[in-house]
């Protein structure tokens, strides 16, 4: 893995999907479809935004977990589930529950207005300190971090700067590739 | 500030320690709840009796209005009108079942306080942790008005008004107002007000959850102020009749009990009165006007007005039952307020499980099936046909059940068993069972008949003002 720098296998931040605070989640997705045209297509596609401030700084980040949570249809539910979680119920029962509960509620209603409406800043995660790396850590490390944290991906930093996105998925197709090396 | 001054903010600030975690901060809530003046006020009392053993050990401790039954020692703690009863304590060589474990008890349990403070609390039965069969502790916890610590070791914890803890070890947690949790083990929990949480791992878990809006009117407690609602006004108005009982010494009971029925002398009885064989009325319950038929019981902390009680009662600590009919072998559960009208009278059938911290307040009159579960807020039909179900429905239910605001998984059977099983220890337990002819099946209402009470006193002025000099009372 010596081999591999991060600095080789991040997406440059120049070519990563950005939306400035206060951007419409219409026009998140805008930027997302826009970033995946113009970046490399033989490359992982993009899957996530990253949201800037009027300095152009990182503040957050939509998923698309965080973009469906959006779109639920009742959050109140969503933190009623949450809530019993703590009651030692079983996952399986809280998914039941979740079920029966989006059975007397229609998906995804009302979906054009809430991409009008709901902004980035709503739905947006806000990245923790283990979500950055500075570009001269080994890949190792950068290893070690997405898997303790379970993080999709991890900001790389140059001179305090937020410089390009090492993706979990561009980490594990350079680790497959050694693989595929090996003389086994 | 004075000994008990700097003992009760010792006290807050190592429950704050505990609680650290979850950013709670004991001292606005109690701060005033526990009237320092009247520390000083009110004696505090213990049973002798030839049934019991006895082992009561004060130390640098407040004990105004308590009482004591058993082997129990107290540090540094403050208890305003509580009762601490260790008359089912775990004896040595008894032997306790856990799971597949059969462990011997090596001495007699001892119920040990270490500095805590409760405010009209009931802390009783025996440490249901295997890890602590001797040893019932309560260290590090504050409890407010009319909350029980019932078989629950605790370390730590912080309980609302009107909220029960039973059969659960716990460490770390708050208990929201009228909160009812049964368990077996909770670590830096946050239990919401209003929730009714009974869990066996492995077997079942129920979950109801009271609309706080609603609940607000029968009790509400924020910091700095005492808890308000319809359950303290209700408790408040019949202060008055437990400072008679309290301030006479002796008391000349009813002409009409029977020899195998027990009437606490600290208990009210107002007006018309009916007991039959083998009831229990325990200290601090309230009857008026009613009839408890043969092997009911009224344990502490219960109000029992203008009602008719069939047999084989069990109406738990801290339950009140108002205007209202119940058929045999009905259980009323932990601080449950049921509230018929003269006019529209609450009926409830035989062999009914009404749960823990459940509230049936009514305007016009209401019959529950026999062989019911009751749950929750009940002020109506409609609000009966969400909180209820035949008991037998329930038996059925093999992994996942909903109504209404309640959330039930696992084996339903297991839980109407666990449940029969207990009811019918806890009439054992109190004597319902008793037979006076083989003279078996005694229980705590025919043991208690030969109880004498002796008071003790704090220091009435000086630094130590309202604490209780270091007292051991052994046989």
Known sequence: ?184 | MNALEKLFTRIVQRININLREQEFDAGPYVWDLIPKSQMTKFYAFYGISPDHPLNLQFRHSGLAGSYFLGKIQVTNSLLYKTDVRGDELKKKDDHFQFGKFEIPVSKDEEIVIEDSAFVKTLIHNYSHDPETLEKFFIKDTISTHYANIHGSPSDGCFLGPFSTVDLTTMRDSVIGTFSYVQAGEISHLNVDPGTVWVNSPHSFNFLYRFPLEKLKKYIHFEAGKQPEGILMDFVEDRKQDFQRVFDVVNIDPPANIPATASLDRYAVVNSVVEIGENVLVSQRAYLENSVLGKGANAQENCFIINSWLEGNNVTAHGAKIIEADMGADVFVGFNSFLRGQADSRLTIGSECIVMPHTIIDITAPLTVPPGHLIWGLIQNKDDLKTNSMPLSELAAVETAFFRGSMFFEGSGSDFVSAFKGRIHHILEANGAFYNKDANTGQGHAQRNQNMSFNTIQPYPRGDQEGLFPTILIQP
């Open chain 1, 1 to 184: 893995m010596d081999t591999y720098q991060i600095k080789d296998l991040m997406v440059p931040i120049s070519e990563y999907a950005t939306v400035s605070e206060g951007a419409t989640l219409f026009e998140a997705y805008l930027a997302l479809e826009k970033a995946q045209e113009e970046y490399d297509h033989n490359k992982y596609r993009h899957r996530a935004v990253l949201v800037l401030d009027q300095h152009g700084n990182v503040i957050g980040k939509v998923g698309q977990l965080d973009v469906l949570r959006a779109l639920e249809p009742n959050n109140a539910n969503y933190e009623l589930f949450e809530d019993i979680r703590k009651y030692n119920f079983s996952a399986q029962f809280i998914i039941h529950l979740r079920e029966k509960y989006q059975m007397q509620a229609e998906p995804l209603t009302d979906i054009c207005r809430k991409a009008g409406q709901v902004k980035v800043e709503d739905l947006m995660i806000t990245p923790t300190e283990d979500e950055f790396i500075n570009i001269d850590t080994s890949l190792n490390t950068a290893i070690h971090q997405l898997v303790r944290g379970s993080h999709m991906s991890l900001l790389v930093t140059e001179n305090n700067e937020i410089v390009g996105i090492l993706r979990l998925t561009d980490v594990f197709a350079a680790i497959f590739h050694t693989m595929k090396e090996c003389e086994i």
